[in-house]
T-cell receptor, first 122, second 112 residues
């Protein structure tokens, strides 16, 4: 099945520094990837949609200058948290759309998630 | 009204029982429905996908979809302690583009 690799899995950084998180599709090409944030005991919240070769689309309330997304190839998207603050501490997860079934002219897609990155800003 | 709703739980069932998880959605044009399982501190993993009305079975899991009632459920038979996790319902429809909308999740606890 489709595999999405995300790293680092865990990072601790000082307030004011920047952190880059990588998300790679290992055995398929992903023209679109998604970045989510999840606070403890809450559901996934979509931050942005990353499109290969174009600017990312950010959800309302997400600062695009703070959360920089680059999707330079069909297999790699990166999220950079700039000037991180303690309130940015969260679980960040990427996902990519992949074909999970097909036939009779119909394609069904699912979403495979990376393993997530636990960011702690101190 | 939220786009995708689930009971937050926790839902507690004894080992060996059937766990029933429910999800409702607001967009009547929704076309694809997914159940994900998420263990604490881990990312979600896909359990089931369902696209047509009726039941779909995979091992101990059965997904049920009723588009007229805008309702999708997940049944887990012979529940095991290892099934204890948060179960997320995700819906992809014409208004969502390529993205899913996730429900808040239901926390399931299977008691040994």
């Amino acid at each position: 099945g489709a595999v999405v690799s995300q790293h680092p899995s865990r990072v601790i950084c000082k307030s004011g520094t920047s952190v880059k998180i990588e998300c790679r599709s290992l055995d398929f090409q992903a023209t679109t990837m998604f970045w989510y944030r999840q606070f403890p005991k809450q559901s996934l919240m979509l931050m942005a949609t990353s499109n290969e070769g174009s600017k990312a689309t950010y959800e309302q309330g997400v600062e695009k200058d703070k959360f920089l997304i680059n999707h330079a190839s069909l297999t790699l998207s990166t999220l950079t948290v700039t000037s991180a603050h303690p309130e940015d501490s969260s679980f960040y997860i990427c996902s990519a759309r992949d074909l999970i079934s097909g036939g009779r002219g119909k394609s069904n897609y699912g979403y495979t998630f990376g393993s997530g990155t636990r960011l702690t800003v101190v | 009204q939220k786009e995708v709703e689930q009971n937050s739980g926790p839902l507690s069932v004894p080992e060996g029982a059937i766990a029933s998880l429910n999800c409702t959605y607001s967009d009547r044009g929704s076309q694809s429905f997914f159940w994900y399982r998420q263990y604490s501190g881990k990312s979600p993993e896909l359990i089931m996908s369902i696209y047509s009305n009726g039941d779909k079975e995979d091992g101990r899991f059965t997904a049920q979809l009723n588009k007229a009632s805008q309702y999708v459920s997940l049944l887990i038979r012979d529940s095991q302690p290892s099934d204890s996790a948060t179960y997320l319902c995700a819906v992809n429809g014409r208004n969502y583009g390529q993205n899913f909308v996730f429900g808040p999740g239901t926390r399931l606890s299977v008691l040994p």
